[in-house]
């Protein structure tokens, strides 16, 4: 085999690998000022991209639709990448709270898309919170409430009356493929109640994108190792070959 042939046989093999073997962008880390500021991010070999504004509403804000403000800032907001068997995404780590007030404080991120890999599909998300603490109250009403939720159908919250659903995962109802997504997380605290010393706070927030393969085939990766496997022998002939006439 020729060095020409074998380097247009590693060009054949590189074009075959599915997107995600080679993430375009940097990986995600640091705050979420940080993700947001730099726009697109790698999280497991998946691109994610934080924006543009939507509507006049800026991708991150702690001002949703005009309530009181809800902590924290994005600056004061840890990200951290997360890869598990429920999907690819990421967790916000920091004091999402507000002073006890009558009223609702709302905080929104969003849109957020994702880069699907080649021969995959998004069928849904999952969503979870923790370090959730609201005040329990007598005959409670849930007027006093932490709820996080997508602009799907995905949503954790806890109540004054003691109701609680910590984690959820919900269907598009269909793949999606390509620059997909869109979709937008909202935080809601609620202190709404006769008691005023009532409190209503989280400290993390967990978003995850659910990926299958397009149509129950099989993942590229497989197949794209047997092409890995065979340009490199290819490589490895050839440079024997040519130690062999030295």
Same mark, same amino acid.
């Given at each position: ?96 709270? +507000? ?80 620059? +997909? ?18 409190? +209503? ?15 129950? +085939? ?29």
């Amino acid at each position: 085999m020729t060095k020409r042939t074998c380097f247009a046989a590693l060009l054949f093999v590189l074009t075959m690998l599915p997107k995600s073997t080679f993430a375009s962008a940097t990986p995600c880390a640091g705050t979420l000022q940080d993700v947001v500021t730099a726009v697109v991010c790698s999280i497991g070999g998946v691109d994610f991209t934080f924006g543009p504004p939507l509507n006049g509403v800026p991708v991150y804000t702690t001002n949703f639709a005009g309530s009181t403000v809800f902590n924290p800032a994005a600056s004061q907001v840890t990200f951290t990448p997360v890869v598990n068997s429920l999907g690819i995404g990421f967790t916000l780590t920091g004091d999402f709270s +507000a002073p006890p007030f009558n009223g609702i404080a709302q905080q929104s991120l969003g849109p957020v898309y994702v880069d699907v890999p080649v021969g995959q599909g998004v069928f849904g998300d999952c969503l979870s919170i923790a370090g959730a603490n609201v005040t329990q109250i007598a005959n409670g009403n849930n007027s006093s409430q932490v709820e996080v939720s997508t602009s799907g159908s995905t949503f954790a919250i806890v109540t004054d009356s003691g109701f609680s659903q910590l984690s959820n995962c919900s269907s598009f109802g269909g793949d999606e493929t390509g620059h +997909a997504g869109g979709f937008s997380i909202s935080s809601h605290q609620y202190n709404r109640s006769f008691n005023s010393n009532a409190v +209503a706070s989280y400290t993390s927030e967990t978003f995850l994108y659910q990926f299958e393969p397009l149509g129950g +085939a099989a993942t590229p990766e497989p197949a794209s190792l047997v092409l890995i496997g065979t340009g490199l022998l290819s490589f490895g002939r050839f440079f024997r070959r040519r130690q062999a006439r030295t």
